[in-house]
């Protein structure tokens, strides 16, 4: 399995992105699907994940203003990000899984919101 992470970029505190995720080789619909991120000097954190059944965890530092959604006939996992704050700023991972581990990560992509 390949993931493409795609959708970063440079944004104002405030401003809102939208990550896409796609995965090539398999399908990835019986998978559980995640975000994580990790920010210079930092280690990487889980920010949201999406289970094949739909439900979803956040992290609390991002509950209420991310949202992680999953479109099986694509074969993608999209993560909405508003309200974003400077401290968001990180490279954000997908990352796939059959069971209880993640085995298939994408290459990341920057996230930078400015003040």
């Known amino acids: 399995v390949q993931l493409q992470a795609s959708g970063g970029g440079l944004v104002q505190a405030g401003g809102s992105l939208r990550l896409s995720c796609t995965a090539s080789?398999?399908?990835?619909?019986?998978?559980?699907l995640g975000w994580f991120r990790q920010a210079p000097g930092k280690e990487r954190e889980l920010v949201a994940r999406?289970?094949?059944?739909?439900?979803?965890y956040y992290a609390a530092s991002v509950k209420g203003r991310f949202t992680t959604s999953r479109d099986n006939a694509k074969n993608t996992v999209y993560l909405q990000m508003n309200s974003l704050k400077t401290e968001d700023t990180a490279v954000y991972f997908c990352a796939a899984g059959p069971q209880s581990s993640y085995d298939y990560w994408g290459l990341g992509t920057q996230v930078t919101v400015s003040s």
């Open positions: 999406i289970s094949s059944d739909g439900s979803t």
């Open positions: 080789g398999r399908t990835v619909s019986t998978y559980r």
